[in-house]
């Protein structure tokens, strides 16, 4: 007996026993009841669609509507593509041109072969026209840079047709060449000493000279015109030559280091904000002083900590300091010779991540600490980096971190990989310099090493050198002026040079295209002169007897004469007094109290003049009363006595009737 089974789900039934005869006939796989069936009755014939049901497709389509939805393939016509390649082939020279395709290439290549004839049609048009490339305009070379200095085009051989880069040495030095921005100058002047100490803040918006005639100059590109005047010039140090300079990290404060013993540091404008405390000369333990004891030789900020600095001295101790604890210092650097005895620090430096503190000795080492542990012993120590007894006057790190570059009075100028820091990379030598400030840095890009060169004997001018640091070949050299050279800034963000001279020029070099502000802001600014204003002197010709219309006043002085013209009230030009009283005043019509205004409006219906006089006002009325009396002659007649009085002759004597004394 069979009985239906129904599953259903809503409105959705099915039938299990429909499927009773094909389940048996079919093959089953599996065991159980998972099993898997087999259909061989799922197979559908494809027809092949005719043009005809096609072309009867589309006019339906065509009919309802539907024609615009979806998108259509593209067609592309191969025919009509080579067409214009053999036209654009055609048009070029014939001597390089391609030959054209025949209509017995097959069709389906077409398309593959189209565009390896566009390509070899592009490589054609490049190779053939050179004329079609408009060349660039000339550079404009400046008349100080050297002949010779190694001159090169503003075109850089990138990549060759392979892709890869050329390796000659003439081609790197053209290509270093150009990022110098050297085509234009500006010249500052400091005053008529050496300028042996310059900087710049972060945001390239002022520069700030010092010389070893005491005197600061602040720069403003901002503020100033093709004059190039200072706006300031001040000696924070009074009589000591200012050694270096160098701005915050924020650019908010400066560092000043000078020949004496306490550095200071100033404000944007100028304005002293702290000093360091100098220490006792008479204790020959420099850690149990407070302060330096004897002259300042150098000093730098921190690259990261604001308010961090650090100074070396005479004494043969480097200190860091804290900007809001002037009174003491934070740590102590003690430099030490090779056999104990203390040497003096020249220069130091801290590394770009401020992790390093170097220190370039007079006896030619140079020593380094590590800034996150104390300063006892060095991290890195190199004996006889320059030579003996010979100092050194600047220590730079690269942009990166792994080189350093050291400049010393031994006209050397040298590179250290701190990798291996036993010898150096490179050496140039025959540098000569004449001042303990001479410095050296890495260009923005770390492509180069700038550094200045002092006027010989028998030279015209001194020069600023550019070293390559792969090659450490001389890229590019300028001269100058006919002086020495003595600091040199390349500002990263400006992509200017500032070189400080001898003879009391500060000269800035720039591009126009590769530079920004800084210079540029000035040469654009007219000079206005100042408008003199003419005054006339009259002369004063005194005439003692001349008649008052005709004399001349004497000259008087000016607090005299503005005392007089004040009690002018014309020439004062005196406001109106307040109303003290109802005399006189400007509501005098009105009343100025209020005992008249209630007399003229309510007491009397007659007009109260204020401004007479009392008794006139009164004896006004003295006939009308006896003639008419009406309050008080009246009340009295009756009571009231004769009135006698006595008469009395002017032309007589004394009256007889006088007692007489007794």
């Known amino acids: 007996m069979n009985v239906k089974k129904v599953i259903s789900f809503g409105k959705i039934k099915t039938d299990l026993t429909k499927y009773a005869s094909t389940s048996s006939s079919s093959t089953v796989e599996g065991f159980g009841t998972f099993s898997k069936q087999i259909s061989q009755n799922n197979f559908t014939d494809i027809n092949e669609i005719n043009p005809e049901d096609e072309e009867e497709t589309r006019s339906l389509q065509e009919v309802m509507g539907m024609t615009s939805f979806g998108k259509k393939a593209k067609c592309f016509d191969v025919q009509e593509m080579l067409d214009n390649i053999t036209k654009t082939v055609r048009s070029s020279k014939p001597v390089h041109s391609v030959p054209i395709l025949g209509e017995q290439i097959h069709k389906s290549d077409n398309a593959s072969s189209a565009i390896d004839e566009k390509k070899k049609t592009d490589r054609t048009n490049i190779d053939i026209e050179p004329s079609s490339v408009v060349p660039p305009n000339a550079k404009h070379q400046n008349p100080s840079?050297?002949?010779?200095?190694?001159?090169?085009?503003?075109?850089?051989?990138?990549?060759?047709?392979?892709?890869?880069?050329?390796?000659?040495?003439?081609?790197?030095?053209?290509?270093?060449?150009?990022?110098?921005?050297?085509?234009?100058?500006?010249?500052?002047?400091?005053?008529?000493?050496?300028?042996?100490?310059?900087?710049?803040?972060?945001?390239?918006?002022?520069?700030?000279?010092?010389?070893?005639?005491?005197?600061?100059?602040?720069?403003?590109?901002?503020?100033?015109?093709?004059?190039?005047?200072?706006?300031?010039?001040?000696?924070?140090?009074?009589?000591?030559?200012?050694?270096?300079?160098?701005?915050?990290?924020t650019g908010d404060v400066i560092l000043v280091v000078s020949g004496a013993a306490q550095a200071k540091v100033l404000d944007r404008d100028g304005f002293e904000k702290c000093e360091t405390v100098k220490g006792d000369q008479y204790i020959t333990d420099m850690a149990r002083t407070k302060g330096h004891t004897a002259?300042?030789?150098?000093?730098?900020?921190?690259?990261?900590?604001?308010?961090?600095?650090?100074?070396?001295?005479?004494?043969?101790?480097?200190?860091?300091?804290?900007?809001?604890?002037?009174?003491?210092?934070?740590?102590?650097?003690?430099?030490?010779?090779?056999?104990?005895?203390?040497?003096?620090?020249?220069?130091?430096?801290?590394?770009?991540?401020?992790?390093?503190?170097?220190?370039?000795?007079?006896?030619?080492?140079?020593?380094?600490?590590?800034?996150?542990?104390?300063?006892?012993?060095?991290?890195?120590?190199?004996?006889?980096a320059h030579k003996p007894c010979s100092e050194i006057s600047s220590l730079s790190f690269s942009y990166l971190g792994n080189l350093l570059a050291s400049r010393g009075c031994d006209d050397t100028l040298k590179l250290?990989?701190?990798?291996?820091?036993?010898?150096?990379?490179?050496?140039?030598?025959?540098?000569?310099s004449r001042y303990d400030t001479t410095d050296c840095m890495f260009s923005p890009d770390d492509g180069m090493v700038i550094t200045g060169e002092s006027l010989r004997k028998g030279q015209t001018s001194g020069r600023v050198l550019f070293f390559n640091t792969k090659?450490?070949?001389?890229?590019?050299?300028?001269?100058?002026t006919n002086s020495h050279v003595i600091k040199t800034l390349w500002h990263p963000k400006l992509n200017q040079i500032f070189v400080s001279c001898g003879n009391g020029v500060v000269k800035t070099y720039y591009d126009p295209k590769k530079s920004l502000r800084g210079a540029k802001l000035c040469v654009v600014k007219s000079h206005h002169k100042q408008k003199h204003i003419e005054i006339m002197s009259t002369q004063q010709i005194i005439t003692p007897h001349a008649l008052p219309l005709f004399r001349q006043d004497r000259p008087k002085s000016v607090r005299k004469q503005m005392e007089k013209d004040r009690l002018d009230p014309v020439k004062s030009h005196r406001p109106d007094l307040p109303i003290t009283s109802g005399q006189g005043g400007r509501v005098a019509s009105s009343g100025g109290t209020l005992s008249s205004y209630?007399?003229?409006?309510?007491?009397?219906?007659?007009?109260?003049?204020?401004?007479?006089?009392?008794?006139?006002?009164?004896?006004?009325?003295?006939?009308?009363a006896a003639e008419n009396p009406y309050w008080i002659s009246p009340a009295y007649q009756k009571t009231q006595p004769n009135t006698i009085f006595q008469s009395e002759n002017e032309d007589d004597g004394p009256s007889s009737s006088k007692k007489q004394k007794t």
């Open 416 to 432: 250290w990989d701190l990798r291996s820091f036993k010898s150096p990379i490179f050496t140039a030598n025959d540098l000569f």
């Open 598 to 624: 209630v007399i003229r409006n309510l007491g009397l219906s007659k007009r109260i003049e204020d401004d007479q006089d009392p008794r006139e006002a009164i004896l006004k009325y003295a006939k009308d």
């Open 471 to 480: 090659t450490f070949d001389l890229v590019n050299q300028i001269c100058v």
């Open 295 to 384: 002259a300042l030789n150098s000093g730098c900020w921190h690259p990261y900590t604001k308010e961090e600095y650090m100074t070396c001295s005479q004494d043969s101790t480097c200190r860091i300091w804290i900007l809001y604890k002037p009174r003491a210092h934070k740590n102590l650097i003690k430099c030490r010779a090779q056999n104990g005895v203390k040497t003096i620090p020249t220069t130091c430096s801290y590394s770009r991540d401020g992790s390093v503190v170097a220190c370039g000795c007079a006896d030619g080492s140079i020593q380094m600490w590590d800034h996150r542990k104390n300063f006892v012993n060095t991290s890195l120590l190199l004996r006889g």
């Open 145 to 249: 840079i050297c002949d010779q200095a190694n001159n090169s085009d503003d075109d850089d051989d990138d990549e060759d047709e392979d892709g890869n880069n050329s390796d000659d040495s003439e081609d790197r030095q053209n290509t270093s060449s150009n990022k110098i921005p050297c085509s234009h100058e500006v010249e500052m002047h400091h005053g008529l000493k050496a300028v042996i100490a310059i900087a710049a803040d972060p945001s390239g918006a002022r520069l700030a000279s010092g010389s070893v005639d005491y005197d600061v100059c602040f720069w403003d590109f901002a503020g100033m015109d093709t004059s190039l005047k200072s706006f300031r010039t001040l000696q924070p140090c009074e009589n000591h030559p200012i050694k270096c300079l160098q701005y915050s990290m």
